[in-house]
């Protein structure tokens, strides 16, 4: 069984693959985009992508995968991360002119950063801004991210736990094939996305449609459409599965408010991962 995901080893997506599927061989990649088509073209069996932080919010690029392609969401599992501060022998906080990491890790450590003037370089994933820092040698750079990705390229942690929430958690989702099914557990909740047609009140009659059948939003929010300016989607999650009565009731109504009804996929919620490697994880 092969799983992709964006980045490569000492990085949280990879830290997160492992815990989900401990004997399945990981497949990284530079890019969400990529590691969801190994799947969709049949080359991964699954694939692991974070969806929301509990302080920098949702994973938009991710979130527009979710609605322009054929996945399914199959389990969601929340990791805490502690964000550290890394660099080269002999770096120190005042050396430090510069900090590269992924640009939700750079967020979840604005206060830090700020406090001490550093300018900033957005990159593509936590563990390759470390081995950057490894490679170019340089004791006015410094990456942030993970315990693990200092012992694994060498670099020296020049402060820990710099997130400014102690509760800093990173939730990922696992896509497979509709027709594909690796994780066996019981479903709860279901993530639907949908666009409204265009007449005044369809978003108040679509929420309005959803709790009338008794489901519960535990997350609604919008996002542009990419392709059509100034139309947009919304993501919701919704306690409770769909495939009942009740939810293919709910269904057939929200067509009459809604052009686009697409059910991602349903999982069950909290499921927490890594608890006692977790200081060991970043984005």
Known sequence: MKISY???EGSF???ASEEIFPSAEKVACRTFREAYEKVEQGLCEACVLPIENSYAGEVGQ???????????????????????????????????KTVMSHPQALEQCGDHIARYGYNVIPYENTARAAKEVAEKGDVTLAAIGSRSAAKLYGLTIIAEDIN??????????????????TTMQPMQNTILIFTIRDFAG???????????????????????????????YFYTEIEGHLDTEEGWRMLEQLKTACEMIKVVGTY???????????KESNV
């Open 13 to 15: 997506a990879a830290m």
């Open 6 to 8: 964006s980045g490569i």
């Open 202 to 232: 369809a978003l108040a009659r679509a929420i309005s449609i959803i709790g009338k059948h008794n489901y519960n939003m535990r997350v609604i929010r919008s996002r542009p459409v990419k392709d059509v300016n100034w139309q947009y």
């Open 62 to 96: 991710v979130s527009d995968l979710m609605f322009s392609g054929k996945l399914k969401v199959t389990g969601v599992y929340e990791l805490r991360v502690n964000q550290c501060l890394l660099g080269v022998n002999g770096t120190t906080e005042d050396t430090i």
């Open 268 to 278: 069950k919620p909290d499921i927490r991962i890594g608890e006692v490697e977790s």
């Open 164 to 181: 400014e929430s102690s509760q800093n958690v990173t939730r990922f989702a696992v896509f497979e094939k509709p027709e594909t099914t």
